[in-house]
């Protein structure tokens, strides 16, 4: 069969509207703790506005709906990972040490590291995984939020419509600004260089 020939129609409709709400309710924990936890966020709050609204589904996705290795269970199972969705999960984990307020951290330290990613730099090169590492995990936090305000004049912010709008217009800006450049260099090539 060619790929020309090839129709796939699942029927489904919308993808919020085909989710489970299980698996809508996973992302939406998820990124709380992080956000309380650890201070970043897994995903952009126009994502949880949706996931937020998602109603029971007529007809719904079947499997794993994302592309997310902690939604697989085979690699859920592998990491012994239970995330901030479960309920009473601490009771479930059983870490290295006694203290038993700490248990989910066990899990959450996946979290952290499949999201590196998400993390800034700064901290996420500077991170000490032991007991209670959230701490120094927040506390890092803190201090790249700081030198973020002394460096830009701004607070550091989770997503949001008003800061999302001014990086596209950013981004825009700069875009244009690199293609005018290139027009009026010989043969409209441009050596991309960092801004300051």
């Known amino acids: ?34 956000m309380s936890e650890f201070g970043f966020e897994l995903v952009e709050n126009d994502l949880i506005e949706k996931l937020e609204h998602t109603r029971w589904p007529e007809k719904a996705i079947q499997g794993t709906p ?9 690699y859920v199972e592998a990491f012994a990972w239970l995330g901030p969705h479960v309920k009473d999960r601490g009771a479930y984990i059983k870490d290295a040490d006694a203290d038993g307020d700490n248990n989910h951290l066990q899990s959450d330290v996946v979290s952290v590291l499949m999201n590196l990613g ?37 607070p550091w912010a989770y997503s949001n419509p008003k800061l999302i709008d001014e990086y596209v217009g950013f981004k825009r ?22 801004t300051r």
Do not use: T
């Open 66 to 74: 994302w592309y997310s290795i902690m939604s697989n269970p085979v």
């Open 1 to 34: 069969m060619s790929v020309e020939a090839m129709e796939v129609d699942e029927d489904l409709p919308n993808f919020f509207e085909a989710l489970l709400l299980s698996e809508a309710d996973k992302v939406i924990a998820e990124n709380q703790q992080m």
């Open 173 to 194: 800006a700069k875009e244009s600004f690199q293609r005018d450049y290139a027009d009026q260099k010989e043969g409209g090539h441009i050596e991309m260089q960092e």
């Open 118 to 154: 998400s993390i800034p730099d700064y901290v996420a090169s500077r991170f000490i995984i032991c007991n209670d590492f959230n701490i120094g995990f927040m506390g890092l936090m803190d201090e790249y939020k700081k030198d973020f305000f002394e460096k830009h004049g701004r």
